[in-house]
């Protein structure tokens, strides 16, 4: 199946800095999303990009499928950023579902 | 609601015991998933529903699990003789599929120990 490698595995920034988290992944694509699970472990939609660039608030997204990475974005941090973000995408070659595959995520941390 | 719910948020049980789990999708998502996470690991899917009907049960780990979504809305995970490796916390997502779009929301999941 699809494999989906996240860096870093582990950030740690100072409040204000910015970042930029990558999404690698092994094949073609009909689906990328991108999540912040927070410490309750809901998992909060930030970006549902499988190509192009979008930009909400301080963070933004940019996928090139032909080159199968994902890159998202983190402006100004603030400590409320904290967490783990997922990438995942789907490869259900041309249908109009697929289940997703999760990447290991990144934890990031933010101090104040 | 306006999202997904899911209940309980936690339930504990003994080894041997078995588990409901349910979850209620988006009004209107005719499609539906179960992931399961091991801490410190991603999602990983285990069934997939278009309306009724199970889809894709290819994430299923054994036997001892098994879904139902009779009306096409709330769908439960069933998990029969937990096992301690069965501890975990299970999150259901719906979709609403409009040609390649399939967009998945996630509910705040169900966490799972098994004593």
């Known amino acids: 199946g699809i494999q989906v490698e996240q860096s870093p595995p582990d950030l740690i920034l100072q409040e204000g800095a910015n970042s930029t988290l990558r999404c690698n992944f092994s094949d073609s694509v009909n689906n990328l999303q991108w999540f912040h699970q927070n410490p309750w472990g809901q998992l909060i939609n930030l970006f549902y990009i499988p190509s192009g660039t979008k930009q909400n608030g301080r963070l933004s997204a940019t996928t090139v499928a032909t080159e199968r990475y994902s890159l998202l974005y983190i402006s100004s941090s603030q400590t409320t950023d904290s967490g783990v973000y997922f990438c995942?995408?789907?490869?259900?070659?041309?249908?109009?579902?697929?289940?997703?595959?999760f990447g290991q995520g990144t934890i990031l941390t933010v101090h104040p | 609601g306006a999202g997904v719910s899911q209940t309980p948020s936690n339930k504990v049980t003994e080894k041997g015991k078995y588990v409901e789990l349910r979850c209620d999708p988006i009004s209107g998502h005719t499609a539906l998933y179960w992931y399961r996470q091991s801490l410190g690991q991603g999602p990983e899917f285990l069934i997939y529903?278009?309306?009724?009907?199970?889809?894709?049960d290819s994430g299923l780990p054994n036997d001892r699990f098994f879904a139902v979504r009779p009306e096409g809305s709330v769908s439960t995970l069933k998990i029969q003789r937990t096992e301690r490796g069965d501890s975990a916390m299970y999150l259901c997502?719906?979709?609403?599929?409009?040609?390649?779009?399939?967009?998945?929301?996630f509910g705040p999941g169900t966490r799972l120990t098994v004593l």
């Open positions: 995942a995408v789907d490869n259900a070659g041309g249908t109009s579902y697929g289940k997703l595959t």
């Open positions: 529903f278009q309306g009724t009907g199970a889809a894709d």
């Open positions: 997502a719906s979709s609403v599929q409009r040609g390649l779009y399939n967009e998945q929301f």
